[in-house]
């Protein structure tokens, strides 16, 4: 396998946990990603991508712009009560109280929709290296995502493959995962289930042969009668390690880090059990050809509850 270790023998084993269950630290369940050199060429970067499902782009955008986002989106969820007050935003501290989530959620939409954010995610870099990779014009979905997770809290996202939620376009479609910040594994970043790209393969092809009798909007929703609650592909990460024998494999990300993912490719989060109580930032967006079909319920800003 090519990916690393996931510890020195003289390392602490590292429990992560999901849906509070322990993630198996057995090295057949567990490994580390493979970090990529951006500066190999597109290529190279393109021949990874196809082989492991992900490509992990160390450094690919400048540290010192992520934590200025960072920080300009933390100084503006303070008024929630999210971060310690007087704290330095870039570091993103968790408050020792319960934020106002409404007004919280209200801020986050509001991010999401800013000329900041957008000028973020369609960054010259990013764009140029977007278009390079998908041999075109590159287009980037209106329907992007910021998240935050507070350190302490059993929020995750379980284990899926994104085709699920964009099937009303083409199917190729790339992720960039952007981690907001130092993202270490015990802050709970994006795990992925080794060679899992063929495994989602499989399964998308299952579930349009069981869909031939839905109609047209059925078959592209997530949430149809064939489909689990919240189209997860389950909520059991050590079960899916063991059913598919197979590894989680994580990652000690850092700002400045883009990760790109095949939309077959199984993905998930852990708990973020940061000792130095930062919140996780990060931000996903999806990428594809503009000549491609385009799915037009990604048309829209992302809202909370909008069911994609």
Sequence with gaps: MSSLA???????????????????????????????????????????????GYVWLKGFLKRDDVLAFRGWVFSHLEKSGLTEAGSDPVLGLASSGEPEKQLADRILMSLVRSVVFEGFCAQPRLAQFM???????????????????????????PAHYDLVYLRGGTSRIV???????????????????????????????????????????????????????GGWVSKDLPEMAERFDTRWLVADYEAGDVMLHSPYMIHASTANQSAANR??????????????????????????GDML
């Design 6 to 52: 996931l510890q020195s023998t003289n390392e602490p084993a590292l429990e992560l946990f999901a849906e509070g269950k322990r993630l198996s630290t057995a090295p057949n369940r567990m490994g580390r990603l493979m970090p990529t050199d951006p500066a190999i060429g597109l290529q190279e970067i393109r021949e990874r991508y196809d082989q492991h």
């Design 131 to 157: 278009d390079q990779f998908l041999s075109g014009i590159s287009y980037l979905h209106k329907r992007k995502i910021m998240r935050f997770t507070r350190p302490g809290t059993p929020v995750v996202t």
């Design 175 to 229: 992720t960039a995962w952007i981690p907001l910040g130092d993202t270490p594994v015990e802050m709970g970043g994006l795990v992925y289930l080794e060679g899992s790209h063929a495994i989602g393969t499989r399964m998308e092809v299952e579930f349009q042969e069981k869909s031939k009798g839905l109609s047209p909007e059925e078959r592209i929703s997530a949430f149809n009668r064939n489909m689990t609650a």
């Design 279 to 304: 919140i996780r930032l990060s931000t996903d967006i999806r990428y594809q050809n503009v000549d491609d079909e385009i799915d037009a319920r990604w048309g829209n800003h992302w809202s909370l």
